[in-house]
């Protein structure tokens, strides 16, 4: 604290007026300050759009997919196994990712748990995706439930 020694009466230091001390961080300034800094360090990039993303994803599946028929071709138990694989390795890698955002603190952090959560769940519709698109270019048929979406009406038993 600033001390004044102004006028002394009876003894007594008189304190001169500091003005008021602010507790707290104004939260709208501090957001400001974040935007700004985000704005001058990173360029905004555009957002892939969930339908972009899912085109892109299928695309190379379909690329990397070999040509059925010659020597280096997967049988049809072999790509099942290896999606298998595949899909026990993301499982694993979706828990670490789960752990870690568990260990984030409950305040200041809804950015970073956002991120963790979006990401967890890139990986896993991404993982359908590609596994969807590999199973249709080998000519297998594609389990409708896999997607996670209820199977059409033309599929269910009809009371008729």
Known sequence: MVQKKAEKKGGDVVMSD???VKKTINKSKRKKEQTATKSESVPAAKKESKKERRKRIALTALQKVRVPGSKAAETAEQLQARHAKEWKEMKAQVAKLK?????LPTKGSKSQKV??????RTLTEDMQVRHMAELRAAGLDAPSNMAGKAAPASDAMSDL
């Open 99 to 103: 752990k870690e955002r568990k260990k």
């Open 115 to 120: 991120s963790a959560s979006q990401e967890i």
């Open 18 to 20: 500091a003005g008021k």
